[in-house]
Each structure stands twice: as structure tokens, then as C-alpha cells.
């Protein structure tokens, strides 16, 4: 499975911005897509998870309000629109899908098979 994400740039808080992220190869395997974060000199942080054919989502304690996470099932896509962006929100945000086995908790990286390549998310004052 390949993943590839795209929508950062450069924003001024306050603004919106969504990503995009779609999959391709094998992604009949792919059962929860989701993003995850990760400053500079900080840990990859959780943001938010979506069950592929489900309903279900999932989102980090930090972004509960203002991140929404969606999806396409028919294309395997899946997408997070970031309202009111603040400076602590400036990272690069990662894609990753998991296959459904559970080997770990869905807001770990450790649960994640596979990973994007990122897209940078920049905002300024």
C-alpha cells in the first residue's frame, strides 16, 4: 500500500486548510486510515483515525474541535480539514493506514502498517 498525501502550505492562523491523502496498491487490506503529527523536536503525535467502511473516527485530545477527518471509501482517500489553525499546529502531517489486525491501540504510531511521506503544514502571524 502506498500512500500519498498533499494540501500543506504555508497558512496564517486562523485560516482553514484541508489534506488530502490517497491510497493505492493494495488497499483492499486497508481498514482505518488516519493523521498523525509531528513537530519540530517534538514526538509524532495522533491527530485523528477513520474507519474505512465504517463510521467510526477517532481524534487526539488536541485537535477534538477544530480538526475533522472524512473519507472516500470508493477511492480509498481520506482527508482532514484544520479550521481555525493555530501556531502549534505547524508540523508535518502523515498519512498512515493499518490493515486491522489490533496489534496496537489505533492512536499509536506502533498500530500504523503503513506511512505517507508527510506534507508540511506552516502557519504564520
Known amino acids: 500500500v502506498q500512500l500519498q498525501a498533499s494540501g500543506g502550505g504555508l497558512v496564517q492562523a486562523g485560516e482553514s486548510l484541508k489534506l488530502s491523502c490517497v491510497a493505492s496498491?493494495?488497499?483492499?487490506?486497508?481498514?482505518?486510515m488516519g493523521w498523525f503529527r509531528q513537530a519540530p523536536g517534538k514526538e509524532r503525535e495522533f491527530v485523528a483515525a477513520?474507519?474505512?467502511?465504517?463510521?467510526?473516527?477517532l481524534y487526539g485530545n488536541s485537535v477534538k474541535g477544530r480538526f475533522t477527518i472524512s473519507k472516500d471509501d470508493a477511492k480509498t482517500a481520506v482527508y482532514l480539514q484544520i479550521d481555525s489553525l493555530k501556531l502549534e499546529d505547524t508540523a508535518v502531517y502523515y498519512c498512515?493506514?493499518?490493515?486491522?489486525?489490533?496489534?496496537?491501540?489505533?492512536?499509536?504510531?506502533?498500530?500504523?502498517?503503513?506511512w505517507g511521506k508527510g506534507t508540511q503544514v506552516t502557519v504564520s502571524s
Open positions: 498512515a493506514a493499518e490493515d486491522g489486525d489490533g496489534h496496537a491501540p489505533l492512536n499509536s504510531a506502533e498500530a500504523m502498517d503503513y
Open positions: 477513520i474507519n474505512m467502511g465504517g463510521a467510526g473516527t
Open positions: 496498491g493494495r488497499t483492499s487490506i486497508v481498514f482505518n
